[in-house]
């Protein structure tokens, strides 16, 4: 199995959650460019689950945009950029998932 990448619409979605997943990469498109981003949603599969999500646009590691743990209060969370230009990044080494395939990031874009 490996990363799905899906766009529709304003909205970008990454499932299988199981290899690194950045713009050069996944969506060369935007590689200069980045992404026009109004929020990032992260569904994790299982407690103790983790992503994190960096800001890099050649999968080199960068700041960190969101740093996300399954609790039991949520499996979803949700963080606003309010139209921020960003170069998503997941570096697999940097998540636990429990199942990957349950998985997901939701980019929606302004």
Do not use: Q
């Not at 799905?4 to 304003?10: D, F, H, L, Q, R």
């Not at 949520?74 to 990044?89: A, I, K, N, Q």
Request: aromatic share 10%.
């Amino acid at each position: 199995m490996s990363n799905t990448t899906t766009a529709s619409g304003n909205t970008i979605t990454i499932t299988g959650l199981d290899a690194d997943w950045y713009l050069s990469n996944d969506l060369p498109f935007y590689k200069d460019t980045g992404l026009c981003i109004e929020s990032i949603s992260v569904k994790l599969s299982t407690m103790d689950d983790t992503i994190r999500i960096e800001n890099s646009a050649d999968g080199s590691g960068g700041a960190y945009l969101m740093d996300t743990t399954y609790n039991e209060n949520t499996d979803r969370v949700v963080e606003h950029f309010h139209g921020s230009w960003l170069f998503p990044f997941i570096d697999i080494s940097d998540c636990s998932l429990a199942v990957a395939a349950n998985a997901s990031v939701t980019i929606n874009l302004k």
